[in-house]
């Protein structure tokens, strides 16, 4: 049972316009989220969390809006460039202390010149 | 600073073999996870180290286990390696069990 879906394998956008990526969750104990950006030969970066205390998360280009009724999440990267190009994870930590992290499958994201 | 490293980068064993594979978590950090990432899949937790105890598992059989030391660095062993272990295998530290995952580029290990 996939917790947190990400339906959308692949996006593609062109430089200097916005990307949106999305992920759906079903757990609704879930109370902090984060996004991931993974390069190929390299591990995830951290990109960009947000409380389910707030609705909003914003951080330079990057933008994180969550509907908790809806139980959604959208990253918004606004302008796209071409080095934003990468597969990007929705992830949400489970209860329990531990921290385990729950991933998506991933959006590969490729912004063209 | 240094950040999360993993060795090797790349392991082809056969089925049936034991591989080990390391971890160095990053400066001042104390919380060591583990990730397995099959093709296409996003990373599957697979157990949490916090100061040398095991701190958490995911859905994985008792061939996998782990270690960490005292100076927070971890191992990861399996043994009697299956074709389906076949995966990119993730270390990420963090500054306690709670914090932000800091993640290395992963051993690339291929079971023939």
């Known amino acids: 049972d996939q917790q947190v879906k990400q339906n959308s394998p692949s996006l593609s956008v062109q430089e200097g316009r916005i990307s949106i990526l999305n992920c759906d969750y079903t757990n609704s104990m879930f109370d902090y989220f984060l996004w991931y950006k993974k390069y190929p030969a390299e591990g995830p970066t951290f990109l960009i969390s947000?409380?389910?205390?707030?609705d909003k998360n914003e951080d330079g280009r990057f933008t994180v809006f969550l509907n908790k009724s809806a139980k959604h999440l959208s990253l918004h990267i606004v302008p796209s460039q071409p080095g934003d190009s990468a597969v990007y994870f929705c992830a949400a930590p489970t209860q329990g202390g531990s921290e385990k992290l729950v991933f998506g499958k991933g959006t590969k994201l490729t912004v063209n010149p | 600073e240094t950040g999360v490293t993993q060795s090797p980068t790349h392991l082809i064993k056969t089925r049936g073999q034991q591989v080990t594979l390391r971890c160095s978590s990053q400066?001042?950090?104390?919380?060591v996870s583990w990730y397995q990432q099959a093709l296409g899949q996003g990373p599957q937790f697979i157990f949490q180290?916090?100061?040398?105890?095991?701190?958490g598992r995911g859905n994985f059989p008792p061939r996998f286990s782990g270690l960490q030391f005292p100076n927070y660095s971890s191992e990861l062993n399996v043994n009697a390696l299956e074709l389906d272990d076949s995966a990119l295998y993730l270390c990420?530290?963090?500054?306690?069990?709670?914090?932000?995952?800091?993640f290395g580029a992963g051993t690339r290990l291929s079971v023939l």
């Open positions: 180290y916090y100061r040398e105890e095991e701190n």
């Open positions: 947000i409380s389910s205390i707030k």
């Open positions: 400066s001042g950090h104390n919380t």
């Open positions: 990420a530290s963090s500054l306690g069990r709670m914090d932000i995952q800091y």
